[in-house]
C-alpha cells in the first residue's frame, strides 16, 4: 500500500508549510489526485488518519480532488475523456492522441490552519 508513503509525505509537507506560516496546527489538506496517479483515494484518507497521529495534523480532515483524466487530440483539436484503463484513441478523428492534459496529479492545494 504506497498509500502510506504518499500520505506520510503529505503530512510532513502540510506541516512544514503550517510552520512557515506560523501555524501550530493544521485543520485540513486539500490534495489534487488524478485518475491515472495509481493512488486509491480512499486508501490515501485511511493512510492518512495513521500518518497524522501524533503531529501537527492530528485532528486534520484530507479533502481529496479526483482530477479525470484528458487527452488532447493534435490532428482535429478535440480534447477528450481517457478513462480506465488509458485509452488515447481520440473520438473524433480516430487516431492515437499522445499528449495528456489532465489525469496524472497529485499534489497539495491548500493547508488549513
Known amino acids: 500500500m504506497h498509500e502510506l508513503s504518499i500520505a506520510t509525505a503529505i503530512v ?3 506541516g512544514e508549510i503550517a510552520r512557515a506560516d506560523g501555524a501550530d496546527r493544521v485543520t485540513s489538506v486539500t490534495v489534487r489526485v488524478g485518475e491515472l ?3 486509491v483515494p480512499d486508501a490515501l484518507r485511511f493512510a492518512f488518519e495513521v500518518a497524522r497521529d501524533g503531529t501537527a495534523l492530528a485532528a486534520a480532515r484530507l479533502l ?4 479525470p483524466a484528458h487527452a488532447w487530440c493534435g490532428e482535429c483539436a478535440e480534447e477528450f475523456a481517457v478513462g480506465m484503463p488509458p485509452f488515447f484513441w481520440c473520438p473524433g478523428c480516430d487516431r492515437p492522441s499522445q499528449e495528456l492534459r489532465s489525469g496524472r496529479e497529485l499534489e497539495i492545494t491548500g493547508v488549513g490552519t
Open 37 to 39: 496517479a495509481g493512488v
Open 64 to 67: 481529496v480532488e479526483q482530477v
Open 12 to 14: 510532513e509537507q502540510a
